[in-house]
């Protein structure tokens, strides 16, 4: 299919079934963070999942690719990001399953639909607003500070869109996650699964990887922790079985 790619923007490959993604170098780029949500929520087949905050469209695009017996409809609120996933999405010819609308994700319930994911997916702003220096590329500051949009904006339009029993899951900062478990709790969405991302063996967690349950019932379960290096810089088993799986 004849998709435009614009000056100063890339084609990057996913190295998943041949899977092509549009970026731009001066905006937000996927990274791990994105890898690992996507390896972790696990789409499961005939799943109408949604992806809040989809930036360029990776996490929905690997989705897409480790399950091809699901739909996800991802939302974006800067218009030209997501006007580059949604053509990044035609060039891979998966407008039938994948879906991009450029909206607020605290109103996409309106048109979405209320109640109606089984799975909801987000890989949030990070940084405080006003807590670091912040980028002076706006599309990269609303990619990473999270300026008006809370932890509870999140958790709640996660709640709205999904059905009880559906899961929500997000990467969070590991010294943030209680604020993102709280707001969670207080949508109506149970913390049911935590994993801690190690960047290295033997060191503090950098992420935490967190899954919870629409109406769901108490009880967290401690998956065994991430690590990504050993401590010789080398890669692990684990991060070998998420990138060669990606």
């Not at 409809?73 to 990001?81: F, G, M, R, T």
């Not at 801690?196 to 401690?222: D, I, M, N, S, Y």
Request: neutral net charge; glycine residues 10%; aromatic residues 6%.
């Amino acid at each position: 299919m004849d998709v435009p790619i614009y000056s100063g923007e890339r084609l990057d490959d996913l190295q998943l079934d041949g899977l092509k993604l549009i970026q731009r170098p001066d905006a937000f780029r996927f990274g791990t963070d994105s890898v690992l949500l996507a390896d972790f929520a696990a789409p499961r087949r005939g799943e109408a999942a949604a992806d809040l905050g989809c930036g360029a469209g990776a996490i929905a695009l690997m989705m897409a690719g480790h399950q091809p017996r699901c739909e996800i409809d991802a939302v974006e609120l800067q218009p030209d990001i997501a006007d580059m996933a949604a053509r990044s999405v035609a060039l891979n010819g998966l407008e039938a399953r994948v879906r991009v609308h450029c909206m607020d994700m605290r109103e996409a319930w309106r048109t979405l639909g209320a109640g109606r994911f089984s799975l909801v997916v987000c890989n949030p702003p990070y940084g405080r607003s006003g807590a670091a220096l912040e980028s002076e590329s706006e599309t990269k500051r609303l990619a990473r500070h999270e300026g008006d949009l809370t932890p509870g904006d999140i958790a709640r339009s996660a709640a709205k869109l999904l059905k009880n029993g559906g899961r929500f899951c997000a990467i969070y900062p590991a010294p943030r996650a209680y604020e993102l478990m709280r707001a969670m709790d207080e949508a109506g969405i149970a913390p049911k699964r935590l994993r801690t991302v190690h960047g290295v063996e033997g060191r503090a967690p950098k992420f935490v990887l967190l899954e919870g349950v629409r109406q769901g019932g108490e009880g967290l379960h401690w998956l065994p922790p991430l690590v990504l290096r050993h401590e010789d810089g080398s890669f692990t088993g684990e991060w070998h079985r998420i990138y060669d799986a990606k």
